[in-house]
């Protein structure tokens, strides 16, 4: 396309945005506006993409993260033929491909949910860095981003990590229309502040008319050429640009224009352009294949292993057998053991330092180009990435998420490391698994079965050693359980996970010797639960009680409960939890002082089977 064309293609996608948001009743039109000569230049002039084939591996890779601009996306592929204008008038209709905000889940050309501002920048991060360490191709990976989102945190997360990967294969686009929601941006248009800022963490920087489109054009050249660091390209632009009422006005952020009819006439009216976009690249590097089966380290039962130790044994000879597996680590690889993985495939694992939320994005952007990401860091600290986790689950996308350090149990750390609320946020994920293993055989058959689940996967593990309790050769199927003991007599059934399980086969082997029999279930697929061993449990012995290393609220007590919320009669349950505030202790001071020990757990149930005797 010529200059001419180029303006014209621009006018065309602002009137589409005015229409759908007209149809629609609401939407961003003024912020897709902003953006619009943005968005022309690069899908005619300079991205490389197969719309029948969005799979493809030499496709360029965008990502809108400003994705309240969603009108401006879904009028590029209309241009480029991928939707026709009936189906873009359905904006934000029920059953509508073309939501409020694009997701992968329905739009096959979409790379990640965006939304939550901040996110689809440091996801393209994670996408570039598969291109350019994993696959080594040649696609680019080009980001919109508003300039409002630059307020978050995430962003500079983000940036930092791109410059240091060197990733000069990852363009940024910085819609700059000075208006965010509420009124002016904090920069407003001084392109120069943010440009110090990106500079700082070593981009290269272009600042432009964002309405002109031949600077434009070579400003896109200039991030082409550039080598050994990405480019950030800061364009000033206005927003409801074209529109003489509207335009870089206040108070007209997300909503459809007032008079849309009159700002289509002085757009020029509809158009029905097509843009050619240029074909990807044939020359794509082979992945790595898979050798089988793997080969999972064993223990034998008696023996003492951490389960963080098992963790990282067992992702290293998954490395080994699948070459699709990634390893992302929060620099606490030496503790969460993921540095096993780090020896023997180097090539894989990739240190983000102390940024779970760009760890997190990084993960979600390998699984968009069909890696499978394993992101480990102290269960405390993925809270931190809580909305990234979030927004993975939007995406449909497939992450196998661990949290070490977890409970009490640590010890002496104290409780700003120890993951209390983990299991309930996990849990709280659409479509989540969450699984707390309790010993190291177990943990390495749940370590490889999670790379075969899709959606959001978290494995909890725990610090100290604890006795093997499971032959190498137990299947562990998720939403199952394994009862440890079990009579005709029990009167009462503990519930346990991880580090409770020990504790709950000491207490009821105390209460044996009292005459009470009891029964112990290790629920180690928190979500989803093992309902009918449960409710068999519940039926045949009368009392449940749940033991758990984390605070009584949304972990496994509640996921226990849960099993009963169908209208059956729930049975006797109590809770043993983690109530108050911990200090440092031991890990054993710890576990007494929270009520979750051996003793704790058996003084507990003496005195709920006299209740029950009683009753």
């Not at 799979?55 to 996306?73: C, E, T």
């Not at 979409?110 to 393209?124: K, R």
Request: charged content about 25%.
């Amino acid at each position: 396309m010529n200059t001419g064309e180029l303006v014209e293609l621009g006018q065309q996608l602002r009137v589409d945005s005015v229409r759908a948001a007209a149809a629609a009743g609401s939407g961003h039109p003024t912020s897709s506006m902003s953006a619009a000569d943005l968005m022309a230049v690069l899908f005619a002039r300079h991205f490389h993409y197969d719309f029948e084939r969005p799979d493809h591996p030499g496709n360029d890779r965008f990502v809108l993260s400003k994705g309240h601009a969603s009108p401006l996306m879904y009028a590029v592929y209309k241009a480029a033929g991928a939707i026709d204008d009936e189906e873009l008038l359905t904006f934000r209709e029920n059953g509508s491909r073309l939501e409020g905000h694009p997701t992968p889940r329905r739009l096959p050309w979409v790379e990640t949910a965006t939304g939550s501002l901040g996110q689809g920048f440091p996801v393209g991060v994670g996408i570039a860095m598969a291109g350019k360490r994993l696959e080594h191709a040649g696609y680019r990976v080009w980001v919109l981003c508003g300039d409002s989102e630059l307020a978050e945190g995430s962003v500079w997360e983000a940036a930092e990590h791109g410059a240091y990967e060197h990733l000069d294969n990852l363009t940024l686009i910085v819609d700059v229309n000075r208006l965010g929601q509420r009124g002016p941006t904090r920069h407003g248009h001084d392109l120069d502040a943010y440009a110090r800022r990106f500079q700082g963490f070593g981009w290269h920087t272009v600042e432009v008319d964002g309405h002109d489109v031949d600077a434009v054009d070579r400003a896109y050249g200039e991030a082409l050429s550039t080598k050994g660091q990405p480019t950030v390209i800061l364009a000033r632009t206005l927003k409801g640009k074209g529109v003489a009422s509207i335009e870089d006005r206040e108070g007209l952020h997300g909503k459809p224009l007032p008079e849309a009819d009159e700002a289509i006439a002085e757009l020029g009216g509809s158009r029905d352009l097509r843009v050619r976009v240029q074909p990807p690249s044939t020359d794509v590097a082979p992945r790595p294949g898979d050798r089988g089966r793997p080969e999972l380290p064993r223990w034998g039962k008696g023996e003492e292993a951490a389960t963080r130790d098992a963790f990282g044994e067992a992702l290293s000879a998954l490395g080994t057998a699948r070459g699709d597996i990634v390893v992302l680590d929060g620099e606490v690889g030496d503790s969460t053991r993921a540095e096993a993985f780090a020896k023997e495939h180097p090539e894989r694992y990739f240190e983000c330092y102390i940024a779970e939320q760009q760890m997190v994005a990084a993960a979600v952007g390998m699984a968009a180009r069909g890696w499978t990401p394993y992101a480990a860091t102290f269960a405390a600290f993925l809270t931190r990435a809580h909305d990234f986790i979030r927004m993975a689950s939007v995406s449909g996308s497939g992450l196998a998420l661990v949290g070490s350090h977890a409970g009490v149990a640590i010890g002496q750390d104290g409780p700003s490391q120890m993951g209390l609320e983990d299991l309930a946020m996990m849990r709280a994920v659409h479509g989540s698994t969450v699984l707390y293993p309790c010993d190291a055989n177990q943990t390495a058959r749940l370590v490889a079965g999670m790379a075969g689940l899709d959606g959001i996967r978290y494995l909890r593990t725990s610090r100290g050693a604890s006795e093997v309790i499971y032959g190498p050769d137990e299947e562990f199927p998720v939403g199952g359980s394994k009862v440890l003991r079990s009579s005709g007599r029990d009167r009462l059934t503990l519930v346990a996970a991880g580090v409770t399980v020990p504790e709950a086969l000491a207490a009821a082997e105390a209460l044996d010797g009292e005459g009470i029999a009891v029964r112990v279930i290790d629920l180690y697929s928190v979500k989803p639960v093992d309902r009918e061993t449960l409710r068999s449990a519940a039926e045949e012995t009368g009392c449940l009680m749940t033991v758990e290393d984390h605070h009584p609220e949304g972990g496994l007590g509640d996921a226990v409960a849960e099993a009963f919320a169908d209208g059956r009669p729930v049975p006797r349950l109590v809770r043993l939890g983690v109530r108050t505030m911990p200090g440092s202790a031991s890990p054993a001071e710890q576990l007494h002082a929270a009520g979750i020990d051996a003793e704790s757990i058996a003084a507990a149930g003496r005195l709920l089977v006299g209740e029950a005797i009683v009753s």
